[in-house]
């Protein structure tokens, strides 16, 4: 029996703009008051320590107004929006080494063509575990934010070409504002709404994305490279002799050609995957 949308699922996702927005505000003014400088935060230059304060404590925030939408205005519990756990640590595996494997090939090929030139290894302990720290946090929030409300939601009103295209749309323009952004930069985010999305359509689950959005970041920092157009700490050092459509420039890998080739691929194989061996389907 063909499922029945529920027309009020794409007023539903508009309230992703609180979880969005109001938890970065006041996640900001606890900081002020704490006495950080947030003209760090504004540079093109990770702060560490500023950004994982930043990013936990809009995550609380997050979670609260969250809990609060799920339980009076969706009505079901938390959990719903996809975190159980039950049967995912193979995906979550699967997310995890699936951005390690394209990083790493990322690299080597561009090392090949001569588009990155190998500076040396430079390894900190505890920025290392900062990164994960960090990058953790990002994907947890992010995916909470675009996968497990608003595209659930979205899902509820729409096929799933169509929910998939808003949410990748606003994931898309969220990063507009960021340092050295390139029109190019913004398609390949759009397609990474694709990619990290394509999952939760058939499984309405959160751990392969969150893993793989993690993984996809936190690699591309260690490799070198920029995180949408943002400079971390990074394992391996490389300067680029010229900036380019194909090594992506000073937005990084996303904002690159080969960038997208990996992501439609990736939306592919995974499609595919989740498509023939989901046990939830719609």
């Not at 006495?35 to 500023?50: Q, R």
């Amino acid at each position: 029996m063909k499922k029945i949308k529920n027309h009020n699922g794409w007023i539903k996702s508009l309230l992703t703009f609180f979880l969005l927005f109001i938890p970065q505000v006041l996640g900001a003014l606890v900081l002020m008051v704490a006495g950080f400088d947030l003209n760090k935060m504004s540079s093109g230059a990770i702060d560490l320590k500023s950004m994982i304060f930043l990013e936990y404590l809009m995550i609380v925030f997050m979670a609260i107004i969250l809990w609060l939408f799920m339980r009076f205005i969706d009505k079901q519990p938390l959990v719903e929006i996809g975190l159980q756990t039950k049967g995912r640590l193979k995906e979550f595996y699967f997310g995890l080494s699936l951005g390690f494997v394209i990083m790493f090939f990322a690299y080597i090929i561009l090392n090949i063509l001569n588009e990155i030139v190998f500076l040396g290894i430079s390894f900190d302990f505890n920025k290392f575990l900062m990164s994960i720290v960090l990058f953790a946090g990002v994907s947890i929030f992010e995916e909470v934010v675009f996968r497990g409300y608003l595209l659930k939601n979205l899902l509820e009103s729409f096929n799933p070409y169509v929910a998939l295209f808003i949410s990748s749309i606003f994931f898309s323009l969220i990063h507009g504002s960021n340092p050295n952004v390139t029109t190019l930069g913004l398609c390949n985010i759009f397609l990474a709404g694709f990619f990290l999305g394509a999952s939760y359509v058939f499984t309405k689950n959160l751990w392969f994305p969150i893993a793989l959005h993690f993984s996809w970041n936190f690699f591309q920092s260690m490799f070198g490279f920029k995180v949408s157009g943002l400079d971390s700490y990074s394992i391996i050092e490389f300067t680029i002799p010229k900036n380019n459509l194909l090594n992506g420039g000073e937005f990084g890998f996303e904002s690159s050609y080969l960038s997208i080739i990996v992501l439609i691929l990736g939306i592919f194989i995974i499609w595919n995957y989740f498509k023939n061996n989901s046990t939830i389907k719609n």
